[in-house]
């Protein structure tokens, strides 16, 4: 390659490279402390972004043992997020994606990069970030907060529902931040 056609196909980088920096849509990190909890069947979370017509746009964790297969067991472990996500119509490639050993207990942080399952930048506008946690048996709770892409850095505290948990089971998620960075 001469020295003109250097120049050119760096500038031509340097003008890619701008172009993916100018699209990106910021960072969403979703942060909150985790208390392993004892007995079979706790232990179970998945944190996935929707848009606002409540279609999944990515899952970003979901804890190994219900992905792989465990959901099929054990149909209470975190049932929003599988009927959500259609977990049940994705391949093993697509699941490997996002799921991992169950944690260990501490302040946890994850980040949602502002794209899709296929990696593209999300348009600008309001998501929602949902954290939902199997406690026992039947019990659970799922965090939600919605998420502004675009615009200026803010912090949200997600608002929690529980469903048939008792007050000694609250323990195992909890609060959720949600913070925007652009």
Same mark, same amino acid.
């Given at each position: 390659?001469?020295? $003109?056609?250097?120049?050119?196909?760096? *500038?031509?980088?340097?003008?890619?490279?701008?172009?993916?920096?100018?699209?990106?849509? !910021?960072?969403?990190?979703? /942060?909150? $402390?985790?208390? /392993?909890?004892?007995?079979?069947?706790?232990?179970? *979370?998945?944190?996935?972004?929707?848009?606002?017509?409540?279609?999944?746009?990515?899952?970003?964790?979901?804890?190994? *043992?219900? &992905?792989?297969?465990?959901? #099929?067991? /054990?149909?209470?472990?975190?049932?929003?997020?599988?009927? +959500?996500?259609?977990?049940?119509?994705?391949?093993?490639?697509?699941?490997?994606? *996002?799921?991992?050993?169950?944690?260990?207990?501490?302040?946890?942080?994850?980040?949602?990069? !502002?794209?899709?399952?296929?990696?593209?930048?999300?348009? +600008?506008?309001?998501?929602?970030?949902?954290?939902?946690?199997?406690?026992?048996? #039947?019990?659970?709770?799922?965090?939600?907060?919605?998420?502004?892409?675009?615009? !200026?850095?803010?912090?949200?505290?997600?608002?929690?529902?529980?469903?048939?948990?008792?007050? &000694?089971?609250?323990?195992?998620? !909890?609060?959720?931040?949600?913070?925007?960075?652009?």
């Amino acid at each position: 390659m001469n020295k $003109s056609h250097s120049f050119f196909f760096v *500038f031509f980088l340097l003008l890619c490279l701008n172009s993916l920096v100018a699209q990106s849509p !910021g960072i969403v990190e979703i /942060r909150f $402390s985790y208390s /392993r909890q004892p007995g079979s069947g706790s232990n179970q *979370f998945a944190i996935w972004i929707e848009d606002a017509q409540s279609r999944v746009i990515k899952t970003i964790y979901a804890t190994q *043992f219900t &992905a792989q297969g465990g959901w #099929e067991r /054990r149909p209470q472990s975190i049932p929003q997020w599988v009927k +959500q996500s259609g977990l049940a119509r994705m391949n093993q490639a697509q699941i490997d994606a *996002f799921t991992a050993a169950t944690p260990r207990a501490g302040s946890l942080r994850y980040q949602w990069d !502002g794209t899709d399952q296929k990696g593209a930048p999300v348009p +600008q506008g309001t998501y929602q970030v949902y954290v939902e946690a199997s406690l026992r048996g #039947e019990n659970r709770v799922v965090y939600q907060a919605p998420v502004e892409i675009g615009g !200026g850095s803010r912090e949200i505290q997600a608002t929690a529902r529980y469903f048939g948990t008792s007050e &000694a089971e609250r323990n195992m998620i !909890g609060p959720v931040t949600v913070q925007y960075k652009p």
